[in-house]
């Protein structure tokens, strides 16, 4: 089987194109580093992404707190992070790192902070 | 009364905060960084994707975290910073007029470095024609919205243009449980980069309607439909290709041009191509003294190289105030066939220069060449060019020979 890939690692977007079997790639051309390769073999057996997003803040200078997971989680669980984290509010004040939800949805995954508030009135 | 201070740095976003620590770096002892908003970071704070920081930390930061190990260099070189301050006059002397909650403000510097940033373009909300019902805006305002004040614009969601910011905001919408019915491009090819597409449109199933346009926006009060058709070879609507779709908001995505009112009203002077000063090797403008860095400049599309360049720049103007004048530039840099803009756009001293441009269309195994009057001094051939990703090459001018014209040619 050929599949053509966009690695989505660096801004270089190296187009990848395989040829597999089953799912073990027995050719791969395209790639321009050897991270190409360990991401194609991840998007053909458990695509993960990395997760961005906010969290309402309580009693904070900011509305918001801007939030990463700190592992990528397979991509189908984007959506029920998400929703998931809809539920949540962090307790200003917050510092750069904080986990503000740990382990979400028992995936080893943490929610951390990825801007400091300090403690204010929400303007 | 008016101020004093050796160094002014307008605009306190990622190149402003670069441009500060170099130049304390480099021995200037007085320096003002002055901001608009109410925190520092500029653009940075709205960006909560990630990907930044990969040349410089070899991580891939959001931008926040990005954002706050410059804010932290410039806290802890004890850079003096006035925040929700607008400057709302420069002139050609180096005064500035500055407005804050403290009230006016005029201060005079030795040197001032321009990094404004860059605004959305709007000019294809004004072409196209309808009704102007609520529901229509562009991709970085929804983005303050949604990633800082906590506000969704809408429910279901058109995205024309398929620059960086509407492909990540077409992700960001979908997350926050919008509906995004799809991103449309007039060209035949997208705007922002392929990982973008990978991870923002196909992951979430978001079409991507390529030679596609907005001709019309429907709704009286808020926005209920536009309709959409092709775009034929010539850029022309293609006839019986019109339907309609119906959302409630439609984001734009047009592209980005450098903030340039205030060097405008200085005298400084504009490069059309770019939309920003026309700059030397230095970073500075045709006023000696006035510097400009980051996207003021030219749009950039990588933080990393902003933040390089920027910091050269504060070194430069830190070099400035220590000798009191500049070299005056000697070269013309010139985009020719093929290249939508070179920066710099003069050369003002020999050594190694590193030039920065953008192809004007995608293309495979091109030549760049770059000409020093008649002779060939640099030929590199590229795999693949793409107008989203700015090429930059280092070329040797060990002389320069005054009036000589360097051209950037794609073959
Ligand atoms: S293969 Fe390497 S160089 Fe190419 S996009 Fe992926 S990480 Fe970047």
Known sequence: MRKNLTCIICPLSCQIRLSCVDKDIKRIEGALCSKGRRYAEKELHCPTRSLTTTLEVIGGEQRLVSVKSDQELPRELLMPVMRQLAKLKAQAPIKIGQVLAADILDTGVNIVATRPVSKGDNR | MQLKRELMVIGGGPAGLAAAVAARRAGVRDILLIEREDCLGGILNQCIHNGFGREIFKESLTGPEYAQIFIEQVQLSDIECWTGTL?????????????????????CAQAVILSMGCRERTRAAVDIPGTRPAGIYTAGVAQNFINLRNLMPGKRFIILGSGDIGLIMARRLTLEGAEVLGVLEKLPYPGGLPRNITQCLED????????????DIHGKHRVSGVSIAKVGPRGGILPGTTRKLACDTLLLSVGLIPENELSKAAGIKLD???????VDETGQTNIPGIYACGNVLHVYDIVDQLTKEAEAVGRAAACYIKAGQSQLPLLRVQAGSGIKYVVPQQISAPGKRL?????????????IVIKSGRKIIKRQIKQRVNPPELIQLEVNLPELSPGNIIKVELK
């Open chain 2, 204 to 215: 979430f199933n978001i079409p991507l309607y390529l030679k596609h346009t907005v001709t």
């Open chain 2, 355 to 367: 030039l920065s441009f953008r192809v004007d269309t995608p293309g495979q195994n091109k030549y």
């Open chain 2, 87 to 107: 400057v709302t006059e420069l002139t050609a002397g180096k005064r500035i007029i500055a407005a804050n909650s403290r009230g006016l403000h005029r201060i």
């Open chain 2, 272 to 278: 059309r191509l770019t939309g920003g000063p026309l």
